[in-house]
């Protein structure tokens, strides 16, 4: 079973970072590709990255491509979402979601399983 736990979310000022982990407490996660999404306020849930099984493969969001860096420890259990320069704009409810398939996806639909969710809050 796969169990997510997103943490690292917080309150911080433009241009600051921040490193979100996403922890199963379950099965192991190295054979599912990883995404993080997130939701702000009002609006829908839009993609930010993703990273494959080995951590070899990444895509990234056109608004966070250069400041966001995702990563992975297999033997951890592990994903990582390294935020820098962050904007004000990128406040929302962080998730990661998994799923076994193959071929990357940027669609909140195909992934199966999902965190609770972490807030990120930048002000200034």
């Known amino acids: 079973q796969v169990q997510l736990v997103e943490s690292g979310g917080g309150l911080v000022q433009t241009g600051d970072s921040l490193r979100l982990s996403c922890a199963n407490s379950?099965?192991?996660?190295?054979?599912?590709?990883v995404g993080w999404f997130r939701q702000a306020l009002g609006k829908e849930r839009e993609f930010v990255a993703v990273?494959?099984?080995?951590?070899?493969?990444?895509r990234y969001a056109d608004s966070v491509k250069g400041r966001f860096t995702i990563s992975r420890d297999n033997a951890k259990n592990t994903v990582y979402l390294e935020m820098n320069s962050l904007k004000p704009e990128d406040t929302a409810v962080y998730y990661c979601?998994?799923?076994?398939?193959?071929?990357?996806?940027?669609?909140?639909?195909?992934?199966?399983?999902w965190g609770q969710g972490t807030q990120v809050t930048v002000s200034s």
């Open positions: 979601a998994s799923n076994l398939g193959m071929i990357l996806s940027t669609d909140p639909e195909s992934f199966h399983y």
């Open positions: 379950g099965r192991a996660l190295s054979g599912y590709q």
């Open positions: 990273v494959n099984w080995s951590g070899t493969i990444t």
